[in-house]
């Protein structure tokens, strides 16, 4: 029922704060360091807003990067966090290397074959992608999905921690959440951690540890190797043309660049040969020629023709049938009387 419940809302299930806090216990980074945090799922954007504040307690300089695709939560995010666009993270533009934390709350749902889980994690921690090396990545994800995402996690990140979320919330979504560095390419995959994942997977809430309990484990949130240069929305809204229109003044070149272009002779030239009837087709529909010609309206139209023919194979003697498909113009004539074509 809560799998149904999780599909019915679009996946969507914000971090409780509560939940949050203890995540953020064991969350450490260094004074003055400066941090980017990145939510790839930010809903109405508390949870990284949550983490910005706990950094900012501790003295570092986090800069908070948000990423929703529902408008009216990355409207709510954009009130909270320093930088907020409103897409999928597929239509995302991110400089890489330049995030050192990632908290990743995917939507809980089944896409086609694979756990919408295992595709946000595959994408957004690839190799030499948006994560600088070392970054800290918590997902947050059901505990009967881990097994789906064990084997990437045990090939992209290291130190790797599992708790559950409290007895307060964990019974609704069986959440838990995981600890690790994103760690550099090439490594091979940590086969130990592969198989504890997927058999922490499989037991009861009771082999897990609770994010309450107080276990003295830290995680540092390490300082990025580049900055944080591009990070918009690769979909252009009509609002953003009209902005890019209102800065580049491009009306009025494109404008100036008609009224440039002139005629070497404005007197009406004949054709060398008459015109067939799909040249008046085609410059109809171009609209060089009026459509409107008294109480009748033309309209050029092309369709495809099929043709079909018996061929001889001069090798093998065989007969087969060729079938060629071949543009034809027409011009289409609307009137009282009726809808008539001009072949």
Not at 146 to 160: G, H, K, M, Q, T
Not at 210 to 223: A, I, R, S
Not at 262 to 290: C, F, R, W
Request: with cysteine; proline share 4%.
């Amino acid at each position: 029922m809560a799998r149904l419940e999780s599909e019915s809302k679009g996946g969507y299930y914000p971090t409780p704060s509560k939940e949050m806090a203890h995540i953020l216990k064991r969350v450490v980074a260094d004074y003055g360091a400066r941090v980017t945090l990145l939510d790839p799922c930010a809903g109405k954007g508390e949870a990284l807003r949550q983490a910005q504040n706990h950094l900012l307690k501790i003295g570092a300089g986090p800069v908070s990067y948000g990423i929703e695709i529902e408008k009216n939560r990355a409207e709510a995010a954009a009130g909270l966090l320093d930088h907020t666009i409103s897409c999928g993270y597929e239509d995302a533009r991110m400089s890489h290397k330049a995030f050192s934390f990632l908290y990743l709350n995917p939507p809980f749902m089944q896409v086609g074959r694979e756990r919408s889980e295992t595709i946000f994690f595959r994408d957004l921690t690839q190799a030499d992608s948006y994560l600088t090396d070392g970054a800290l990545v918590i997902l947050n994800i059901p505990q009967y999905v881990l097994a789906d995402v064990a084997r990437l996690i045990a090939i992209r990140l290291e130190n790797v921690k599992v708790y559950r979320f409290t007895d307060e919330n964990y019974p609704l979504y069986k959440q838990i959440i995981v600890y690790g560095y994103r760690k550099k390419a090439g490594t091979g995959c940590d086969t130990a951690l592969h198989q504890e994942l997927v058999w922490l997977s499989r037991s009861s809430g009771n082999a897990l540890s609770v994010l309450d309990e107080e276990d003295g484990v830290q995680y540092k949130v390490p300082e990025p190797m580049r900055t944080v240069e591009l990070f918009q929305s690769g979909i252009v809204e009509l609002d953003d043309i009209f902005q890019s229109l209102s800065e580049c003044d491009f009306l009025n070149k494109v404008t100036d660049k008609i009224k440039a272009v002139k005629l070497e002779n404005a007197k009406a030239q004949n054709p060398a040969m008459p015109l067939k009837l799909s040249h008046y087709a085609t410059a109809i529909a171009a609209g060089a020629l009026p459509e409107k010609m008294g109480d009748h309206m033309l309209v050029g139209v092309t369709k495809r023709v099929q043709t079909e023919r018996t061929e001889v194979d001069n090798e093998t003697g065989k007969e087969k049938e060729t079938v060629t498909f071949r543009p034809k113009s027409l011009v289409r004539v609307f009137s009282k009387q009726g809808i008539f074509d001009l072949e």
